[in-house]
């Protein structure tokens, strides 16, 4: 009997030690029930493709998001919740659909794509092609099969639980993109021309010409008043010629440059785009959310460099972006445009 008691107690003291908790793990965001959503899963991919057709999102590889929810009020900005989705990234969705530019004659370069995402009732929110495929932190715009709430420790707030399929944008502050039931995604490429002179020299821009559409509102002329410039570090790596430099950027912020000429709204939010373009023609495209309605920090920069006479004196830089591609040299206009 003594025999077995000690090996009982062996047994006991080389076993793992239990949690205090079968339900507590390190994850912060698994704590509360998962829910599905409702709607399709089948999204129509259509646009400028070579092979548009309907694909079952649902086959691919489930991802997981973690939102702060906002909605644009007058006053005040409104909080929604905090949410974990689960589901399945434009990233993914969009990879076997193969492009197929209407203007790839004229100008080759996928930086002048966006996407534009209708749902069920055919309201519409616009995303750009760098946003999408881009980005340093990838797959994280998703459309959200599974939501879960991320229920605060003390007060234990439960906020409402969405109750359709979703578009959830990761990185928007405001979160007005992220709509219901998302049916169909067309690939467009912006319709603005613009003359190609590859072998322009200099390549300069002494003043930048702001544009609503195609209507002139203003230009840029620096130096501005009341503008902080800003550092940021940089390892600067092209898609097509790798390694530019590891120089740092010094600028502004983008946003507050051009936000005296572009006031923003629930529908630029949504909608709204910018086409930047060069003196030479090499031009992208960026949302107004991009821009103006961040999250994470990872901003724009609009580059002052008079003295320089190959990219001067105005360039960007999206910090956000893994490539440098979007790095427009001799800005020379800047175009709001409307979906």
């Keep these: 009997m003594k025999k077995i008691l ?12 239990a949690p205090l908790s079968a339900q507590q793990t390190n994850d912060f965001y698994d704590d509360a029930e998962t829910y599905d959503l409702k709607g399709k899963t089948s999204i129509e991919i259509a646009g400028e493709i070579s092979n548009p057709g309907f694909t079952d999102i649902t086959q691919l590889e489930l991802r997981s998001l973690v939102i702060k929810e906002a909605v644009a009020k007058a006053d005040s900005n409104r909080f929604i919740g905090a ?6 990234s434009l990233y993914d969705i969009l990879n076997p659909f193969i492009l197929q530019k209407k203007n790839e004659a004229e ?28 980005p340093v932190h990838r797959h994280e715009i998703i459309i959200a099969t599974k939501v879960a709430r991320i229920v605060p420790s003390k007060t234990k707030d439960l906020w409402p639980l969405p109750a359709e399929v979703k578009l959830v944008v990761g990185q928007d502050l ?24 590859r072998d322009l020299t200099p390549l300069y821009s002494e003043k930048i010409l702001l544009f609503n559409d195609r209507e002139k509102v203003n230009e840029i002329l ?3 008043k009341g503008l ?32 005296p000429y572009y006031e923003s709204s629930v529908e630029r939010l949504r909608e709204a785009y910018f086409v930047i373009a060069a ?16 999250n994470d920090q990872a901003e724009v920069l609009l580059i002052y460099d008079p003295e320089n006479q190959d990219g001067g004196a105005y360039r960007t830089f999206p910090a956000g972006d893994f490539f440098s591609d979007r790095a ?3 800005v020379s206009e800047i175009h709001l445009m409307k979906e």
């Design 228 to 259: 902080e410039k800003l550092t940021y570090e940089s390892i600067f790596y092209g898609r097509g010629r790798g390694i530019h430099s590891t120089t740092p950027f010094n600028g502004y912020l983008l946003k507050e440059v051009l936000s």
């Design 328 to 330: 427009i040299k001799a």
């Design 222 to 224: 620096f130096p501005q």
């Design 107 to 134: 100008f080759p370069p996928i930086i002048d794509l966006y996407v534009e995402v209708l749902d069920d009732r055919g309201n519409s929110v616009v995303l750009s092609w760098g946003e999408i495929y881009y």
């Design 6 to 17: 000690i090996i009982n107690l062996i047994t006991i003291m080389l076993s793992p030690i």
């Design 174 to 197: 405001i979160t007005e993109r992220n709509i219901s039931n998302p049916v169909k995604i067309i690939v467009h490429s912006a319709s603005l021309k613009f003359p190609i002179n």
């Design 83 to 88: 949410y974990r989705y689960d589901g399945y």
């Design 279 to 294: 003196a030479d023609g090499y031009r992208c495209v960026y949302t107004y959310s991009e821009i103006f309605n961040r």
